[in-house]
């Protein structure tokens, strides 16, 4: 997420009550996660095992728990729970806008496009030209929907991200990294009813262009599909997956999260996938493999008792 | 799809630009897919090795992109691209009509209905006596809903059925075909929560008297599922899928297009129907197989290490 | 479910038409299932090998139907059908009440609890503090929602038990168990865009404290569901079964009723639990063993070529 105006890093300190270390002249232009930052990002770490990687990212200002060396141009905001104070400036700048009403004042809705009863379009929206949103679909703030786009009833983009910290010694153990991200539908895509887009945590849940959901699915947050993908029903796709263009997934196909699917691939139905799958091939199974291998090892499982017999025969020659 | 009243081949011919061959005084009614037609019916075909099929069916006006022989009695119309003239036809007939409330004054609603707030009753849908309809559900134009139904909140009736063309020379690959079927729900059916059910693409779907859903169940376009069926949550049915009666399915069952379960069939949870099932059996796993080899298939995987070993055995003797 | 106040026995005898057999002067607190009745309580039997559990069981008040010796101090109600006996009492002292607007005037709604545009929330529903509630969820009659709970849109809380008895002898077999349970969402409980929530029968189903569920979740009638659990998207959970506190699902895994998931176990993605599981373990498969050996399983699968060609070879030698 980007700031409406740089945010000079003092204040950033002061609002969070951290110490700044290196660099006090830094602007602040957004706040990502880590796999999001570019310059003039705010992000934060609070594992030892991740502080190098993440003073050394593109995010020019770290929130962290430990007091270490700077590198030169950059800005520590040392801090005790860097989740929490992340979470602070995120509520700060991208603050829950209640509705009043169903399609807000602060929505931008394009020519052609017809909004059918009973759909919710939050603050912020934008919608492009020649849409039709059927009855009952929920668009939470922020969303951009393209031209050309068909969402059919029942679907939800935009709710937030399934992202929490556990602190096993509380009472209430999940902690919610709130998300400040958005989902994009590029045009000519169309959804089918009852599925879920969400926002990502700080960045874009992508659908490509001419990309074609079936009804039931889900798409976890900050997941980029590619263009003229195809997706049956009832297909999971987990957070920050990447999935390239022309991709079929066919029916419950599950797929993890933070991994990538290459272009052209095929998922048989029903199929797991755990890892990342190169494109151009057709897979089968939970967990996934090439789909002809996967096919030869279901006919080999029938053929156990045959080899249980030729073992005892050899036995007894 | 039938047409309200009969249509002049000639005109159709005029209004999609195709060169008209065999009969010029054919009168269409309707406009149907090559498995749904009946004699009056407009039909198309753009795959060579299809059109000995269509021009054989019961279709009485084929639209086809080659000159080829017409049979006694046929109409052919002749034209580049049949899959967006019957797109165009279907537009026509069967025009998107917005709505402008949430209950249509074209619906007709019977005694003893009663609908919660928040659902979408669109244009020309017909509900019996004695439904409960939950707040939050859609149902789209040209529905139909018997006696004793009840719906549960946030379901979907009569969204798009999940169908394109793919021609892979345009940017946008995938070209919707505009369906025009109904969805129809007989007598005493209960749906979950959640549910959606895709209309026909010419034909209809058809949920079956005194068949239970649960929640979050996906119907394809133009399944025909039987009386007295009980799907439990999260089941998957194709499209065009004939599920006959007393069919059960368990939890996340996942059913391919295109085949039949027969009568009082039994699939357990979570298996996967790739094709089609003998009635009166009970079936597990994905792809699915009979329940009991398929349960002696999981005992016999965990032998295989005891196999191993006797091989291993048999080799050193 | 309990009655408001103390029901006379022999109004209940003469209400279903029943003979009264027993304590006459009983009163009956409330009606509920066999697996959550307590003193006070009408409960029904049908079958003969659960006589003995019924008549034995905590319920005051037993629907049978056959004359048998009653146990001291309790009622027999004796009718030819008690289902449909125990579905009149139900209907009487839990009626459907219409909802002419989203928001009943007999909810009772906490103070900073915000409630967006499209939702509905039924008669008699308790929702606590500081809770956002998103657009087009569903609340149905009876639901209790804690405080600090986040429900995504599209959610639907509260819709009937999907239980039914069948009658193969009528035309239509599945008759509805009318139920009167509620949904119990306890405080710091986060639900994601459209998944449901269905009542119990007669008890309560419970989402614990602190627990996380991501999108398109079914937890099905009765379900107890711990505290601080995390469910990935698509997860199914059948009726009454039991997850203890801290339990971690991952997408898409069903989970079959009547069942329990001990503390702290973690189901891998798409696994299938048809029985209890112990606590403390990491599980994989469908249906599901412990992770490790599964996954050896797998690599087994793998091997049958391998020792196929050893027993080849052995013959030959």
Redesign the interface.
Known sequence: MKFEKPVPVQWIADFIGAELIGNKEQEATGINEIHKVTAGDISFVDFEKYYSASINSAATIIIINKKIDCPDGKTLLVITDPFSAYVKIVNHFRP?E?????ISDSAVIGKGT?I???V?VGNHVTIGENC?I???V?I?DHCVIGNNV?I?????LG??A?Y?KRRRER????D?LVSCGRVIVE??V?I???S?I?KGVSGDTIIG??T?L???I?I?HGAVIGK?C?F???V?I?GKAIIED?VILW??V?V?KDLTIGKGAIVL??S?V?ASLEGGKTYFG??VGEAKPKMR??A??????E??E???K??KD
């Open positions: 829950f209640p509705a009043t009403k169903l017809h059918q009863p009973g919710f039709l059927h009855p009952n929920t939470y068909i059919h009833a029942g679907c939800v709710a937030d399934f929490f009472e209430v153990q999940y919610k045009d000519d169309e089918g009813a009852g879920t969400d262009k001419g074609k079936d009804n039931h889900h976890g003229n195809l049956a029903a009832q999971g987990g022309e029916g419950q599950g993890s139905a029903q797991g755990p939970s967990p090892e279901l080999w499982i029938k053929r156990i008792p080899i249980w030729m073992v005892n050899n036995k």
